[in-house]
């Protein structure tokens, strides 16, 4: 059982001047850490100082997504040097670990290690800092969430959610959290045919568009699937940064203008 901590961390070795943003799905493998990647590589190429935490402790896919190579560094004894990609600061589980390594975290490790993210290490001037949190509306994101210096959920789910179900649990998160709803993203939309540009809606049609209203929040994007999405992603490179003008990244642009002044 994770274990509850009541007090919320500040950053003090650094500001945010806009927005922390959580992003949080109903359950796993819906393309949160690929969307949080790749709002990540827009804001920064809309010219913004971006920071990414991932506290998704099963995955660890911002790293391998956004072709981190570097681990964190030690300043001294308590402060933390991020990594940094095309300027996006990094800090993740998996920047301290192999990540073929199967780790059991206990509740306190991951407490103890999150909260380190946030307390010691130098983020210096940040624009945004988005948080991967792990999958699911349990316990474990929850408290993460909790911890979290005043932040705002990103919900990402796929089209076939039985949205009602998950709205409930995000809104009681959202509302036990005190915390603003952003928005939600649906991935997986449809897929087009590369020859002919027909849609297909593999996995059903909908669901972000009820989640969001059952939510009372916006629906920022349909993102198609996309083979290259998951070649990039597998290879280090998103795809807002290998093919910025494929439709699926001008979408994230979109997330990102909708979401900034
Ligand atoms: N739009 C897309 N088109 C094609 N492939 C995608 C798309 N979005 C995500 N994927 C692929 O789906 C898989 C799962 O994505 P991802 O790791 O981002 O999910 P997740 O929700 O963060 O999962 P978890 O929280 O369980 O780690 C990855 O292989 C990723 O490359």
Do not use: H
Request: charged share 25%; proline share 6%; hydrophobic share 40%.
């Amino acid at each position: 059982m994770y274990e509850k901590e009541e007090d919320k961390y500040q950053l003090e070795l650094g500001t945010v001047n806009e927005r922390f943003i959580a992003v949080a799905s109903g359950k796993g493998g819906v393309g949160k850490s690929t969307v949080t990647a790749n709002l990540a590589v827009a804001l920064s190429e809309r010219g913004y100082k971006v920071g990414v935490i991932d506290a998704d402790i099963r995955g660890f896919s911002i790293p391998r997504i956004l072709g981190v190579e570097e681990r964190p560094k030690a300043e001294s004894e308590n402060i933390i040097i991020p990594p940094q990609v095309n300027g996006i600061k990094v800090m993740s589980m998996g920047g301290l670990m192999e990540e073929e390594k199967p780790i059991i975290w206990r509740g306190p490790l991951l407490s103890k290690t999150f909260k380190q993210f946030v307390k010691e290490v130098r983020w210096g001037e940040l624009d945004y800092l988005l948080f991967d949190l792990p999958p699911g509306t349990g316990d474990m994101p929850l408290n993460l969430m909790q911890q979290l210096p005043d932040s705002e959920l990103m919900v990402v789910t796929t089209p076939q959610v039985a949205a009602t179900k998950v709205s409930g649990r995000v809104a009681k998160m959202a509302d036990e959290l005190d915390c603003g709803l952003l928005g939600v993203v649906e991935n997986m939309s449809y897929y087009q045919c590369s020859e002919c540009g027909a849609k297909e809606y593999i996995f059903g049609q909908g669901g972000g568009a009820e989640l969001a209203a059952n939510l009372d929040t916006g629906l920022l994007a349909e993102l198609p699937l996309v083979t290259e999405v998951r070649e990039s992603s597998d290879q280090g490179e998103p795809i807002v940064t290998v093919n910025p003008e494929a439709d699926i990244s001008q979408k994230f642009f979109t997330i990102a203008d909708k979401i900034t002044p």
